[in-house]
């Protein structure tokens, strides 16, 4: 795992910061059409143009993040899964409140971080047997 000034071993494909950024993104466009379109526009000109400038990611890095960010929003928003995934888990908030909203803000930690103590961790981990 690259540390924060030597990228030289890491692949930049595809873009984690395009696919978190556009699946929040989009989520918002769905709730709101007023709003999500200039969260759209902040995305890619705030988090994905610096990022391409800078030279952290070519541009297909971008925008498979993109894709995947708003292929999974897409995907959690069928009605299927709100009634076999989303219903338990409201379920197991009124149930186990404490450890529900502990996990939860366990989880948007971790992805406001982007995960990186998870990864940290994986890299340090000897997998070997």
């Known amino acids: 795992l690259p540390s924060q000034t030597n990228w030289t071993s890491w692949s930049s494909f595809p873009s984690d910061h395009a696919a978190l950024f556009f699946a929040l993104a989009w989520g918002v466009w769905r709730a709101s059409k007023r709003v999500g379109p200039v969260l759209l526009l902040y995305v890619i000109i705030m988090i994905c143009l610096p990022r391409l400038y800078v030279g952290i990611h070519y541009a297909t890095d971008v925008i498979a993040g993109a894709v ?20 338990p888990l ?8 404490g450890a529900f ?3 939860l803000f366990t989880l948007t930690f ?15 981990a000897d997998f070997s047997v």
Do not use: T
């Open 68 to 87: 995947i960010g708003i292929g999974f929003s897409m995907l959690f928003s069928i009605p299927i899964l709100d009634r076999f995934v989303l219903r």
């Open 90 to 97: 409201l379920k197991c908030e009124q149930r186990w409140p």
């Open 101 to 103: 909203y502990f996990l």
């Open 110 to 124: 971790e992805i406001a971080s982007l995960f990186w103590d998870v990864r940290v961790a994986l890299s340090l």
